[in-house]
């Protein structure tokens, strides 16, 4: 069997996703995934120019080996836009091999674990009040676990995650306008003032048994966040997530030496060597990689496996910049993982989006149901794709009051 081409489309409806369409001379095709939000066009090159090139010819049943032939062979190694290139491949042979087996995804894993996975929607409200609306919205939709992020009384902007007040798009923040950012102001005693007591209302107007989770969104100073974290210990959250910037991770120690709230990180981290001390310390309880921008399916079970051995579950990145193939996968690595926590989901299922991905994996009562299609259980309508092309697009720059470039 032999990969005889393979093709990269990006583009969307309202996305840039980076789609790859690995053939064989077989007739079986697989799917994989590049988007690198906001840099889409750097992945898809490296597919073009570098990757492909390679692929022809070569037995897509060997996933393995073309993983290690592409990371050990390009010497400069890692990174995002690598990563998410290696991710595509590597999901698509997946999927190949799947297909050729007649199961689904899941089954070449071992078997599922559970019947359903858990996922977590995104809550948000430029006030406290706007926001309980928010969060009663998705509990009535059967959620059972809400990340919540709300708009600070006296910051100049919106603070993260939040849309400016009268948007109609709350879950999506790249700005389609150019390539150039906006500016955002962060104010972090504004937020420390303001964020925990409206956390501790949450919880009295919901109750104990919502799951809620926040994102600081690497906004703190490891002792800044170890305040906020023992602030907020009487709220039971699900998880605090990106309290502080991971590069120096042993800060995380300080973080822990003050707090028991579980730590959710990782969403930036390409490799398993980003996140080996964090995991073997067990300085996390949540690891966020994804299987995009991690390098695909055959590292991240890697990391999935590391995290066994030390009591951190998963917990994986959904924004809405994945596409639905890279959730598939990630639906598969649910459905089998013993250290299952969480997946992060936002709605996907718009009809343009059905149309350009059909799939039967479906959403029930708060839960991710895996299809049981064979391969990843997504497929790519290539006639659909012809109407969507690149548009450029950026997320927003963050900056103190006086100026300073802060951590996005």
Not at 99 to 122: C, I, N, T
Not at 198 to 208: C, T
Not at 340 to 346: A, H, N, R
Request: net charge negative.
């Amino acid at each position: 069997m032999k990969i005889t081409d393979a093709k990269v489309f990006v583009g969307g409806p309202g996305k840039n996703y980076v789609t790859l369409k690995v053939m064989t001379d077989q007739g079986v095709y697989g799917l994989g995934d590049a988007s690198l939000n906001n840099r889409e066009t750097l992945p898809a090159a490296y597919l073009n120019d570098y990757l492909i090139p390679n692929l022809i010819g070569r037995d897509p049943r060997n996933s393995e080996d073309l993983w290690q032939y592409f990371y050990r062979g390009a010497y400069f190694r890692r990174g995002p836009i690598a990563m998410a290139a290696f991710g595509a491949v590597d999901m698509a042979l997946w999927d190949i091999k799947a297909k050729l087996a007649g199961m689904p995804l899941y089954q070449l894993f071992g078997g599922k674990s559970r019947d359903g996975a858990l996922v977590y929607a995104h809550a948000t409200g430029s006030d406290l009040e706007d926001l309980m609306n928010s969060i009663a919205h998705y509990q009535a939709l059967g959620y059972k676990a809400v990340r919540v992020q709300c708009g600070i009384p006296g910051m100049p902007t919106a603070s993260y995650g939040v849309a400016d007040k009268g948007l109609s798009d709350k879950q999506f923040i790249t700005d389609f306008s150019g390539i150039v950012p906006k500016e955002e102001i962060w104010d972090t005693d504004k937020y420390m003032r303001f964020m925990p007591d409206a956390l501790a209302q949450i919880r009295d107007r919901f109750g104990p048994d919502l799951k809620i989770l926040h994102d600081v969104h690497h906004r703190l100073l490891p002792r800044e966040a170890a305040q906020f974290a023992k602030a907020v210990e009487p709220v039971g959250l699900f998880w605090l997530e990106d309290p502080t910037p991971a590069d120096d991770q042993d800060a995380l120690k300080l973080l822990r030496q003050h707090s028991t709230v579980p730590i959710a990180i990782g969403e930036v981290f390409n490799s398993i060597w980003d996140c080996k001390q964090l995991i073997e310390n067990e300085l996390i309880d949540f690891i966020r990689v994804a299987v995009t921008y991690a390098g695909g399916i055959t590292h991240v079970k890697r990391i999935v496996d590391l995290c066994a051995l030390h009591h951190v579950r998963t917990g994986f990145h959904g924004a809405p910049s994945h596409s639905p193939i890279s959730m598939a996968a990630q639906a598969h690595l649910n459905a089998w993982a013993p250290n299952f926590g969480i997946q992060e989901y936002l709605v996907l299922g718009t009809p343009e989006c059905d149309a350009l991905f059909p799939s039967k994996h479906r959403l029930e009562q708060g839960m991710m149901i895996v299809s049981d299609e064979p391969g990843l259980g997504v497929d790519f309508d290539e006639n659909e794709a012809k109407q969507y092309s690149y548009k450029p697009g950026s997320h927003p720059v963050v900056r103190l009051e006086d100026g300073t470039l802060w951590n996005y």
